[in-house]
């Protein structure tokens, strides 16, 4: 019923950006916080970054702070993060991660299927 779709991954060389998109939509629903968690291959899903639905709370992982920004729009329903001076330690599939309650249904967590970000040395 509620999707959130990825787009902006790719290929990009060391020191690079990227901005990552993601938009949701389906049924009415409320949005609280919204966010970005990626995962390496043979490695733990782990937080990157996440704002709240004003947009005046923010958090992001330790190694990626002065160089990703995360940012929404909320009439568009959509979260961004733009990702600066790119690493290859940053190669991983990224993955949109949604705290919303559907207008009649219980508070939930919902996640994109991922986009490849690879960042080559």
């Known amino acids: 019923q509620v999707q959130l779709v990825e787009s902006g991954g790719g290929l990009v060389q060391a020191g690079g950006s990227l901005r990552l998109s993601c938009a949701a939509s389906?049924?009415?629903?409320?949005?609280?916080?919204m966010g970005w968690f990626r995962q390496a291959p043979g490695k733990e899903r782990e937080f990157v970054s996440s704002?709240?639905?004003?947009?005046?709370?923010?958090n992001y992982k330790d190694s990626v702070k002065g160089r990703f920004t995360i940012s929404r729009d909320n009439a568009k329903n959509t979260v961004y993060l733009q990702m600066n001076g790119l690493k290859p330690e940053d190669t991983a599939v990224y993955y949109c991660?949604?705290?919303?309650?559907?207008?009649?249904?219980?508070?939930?967590?919902?996640w994109g299927q991922g986009t490849q970000v690879t960042v080559s040395s």
């Open positions: 704002i709240s639905w004003s947009g005046g709370s923010t």
């Open positions: 389906g049924r009415t629903f409320i949005s609280y916080a």
């Open positions: 991660n949604a705290d919303l309650k559907l207008r009649v249904g219980p508070r939930m967590n919902y």
